[in-house]
Nanobody, 116 residues
Framework: QVQLVESGGGLVQAGGSLRLSCVASGSRFSNKGMSWYRQAPGKQRELVAAITSGGSTNYADSVKGRFTISRDNAKNTLYLQMNNLKPEDTGVYSC??????????WGQGTQVTVSS
C-alpha cells in the first residue's frame, strides 16, 4: 500500500523559509517522478514543482528562483525547500506520485501559512 506523509509546514513571516518533506512507502519510488502541489483557500490545486526519476526539475513560474525540489532515493523522501516566502504561497502542500496502472497517490498535506 502506497503511503505519502508530508511534514515541515507551519507559520512563517514573509521572507522566511520552510523545508517540506514527504516520506514515501509501499513501492519503489526511485524510478518514478514525484511532485509537490498546493491548494490555497478558494482556489484550485496547482502544481508547484516536479522532479523526474533522473533528477530533472520543473517549477511553476510563481516559485521559480525561490523553491527547490529534491529527492533522496535512499530515504524514499521528497523535499521542497521554500525561500523568500510570500503571503500568496499560503496553502496546503501535498506530495504526489503517479504509478502506471494504479493512478495517482496523494499525501494528506501540510499547511503553510505566510504572514505579511
Amino acid at each position: 500500500q502506497v503511503q505519502l506523509v508530508e511534514s515541515g509546514g507551519g507559520l512563517v513571516q514573509a521572507g522566511g523559509s520552510l523545508r517540506l518533506s514527504c516520506v514515501a512507502s509501499g513501492s519503489r519510488f526511485s524510478n518514478k517522478g514525484m511532485s509537490w502541489y498546493r491548494q490555497a483557500p478558494g482556489k484550485q490545486r496547482e502544481l508547484v514543482a516536479a522532479i523526474t526519476s533522473g533528477g530533472s526539475t520543473n517549477y511553476a513560474d510563481s516559485v521559480k528562483g525561490r523553491f527547490t525540489i529534491s529527492r533522496d532515493n535512499a530515504k524514499n523522501t521528497l523535499y521542497l525547500q521554500m525561500n523568500n516566502l510570500k503571503p500568496e504561497d499560503t496553502g496546503v502542500y501535498s506530495c504526489a506520485v503517479s504509478i502506471y496502472g494504479q493512478g495517482t497517490y496523494w499525501g494528506q498535506g501540510t499547511q503553510v501559512t505566510v504572514s505579511s
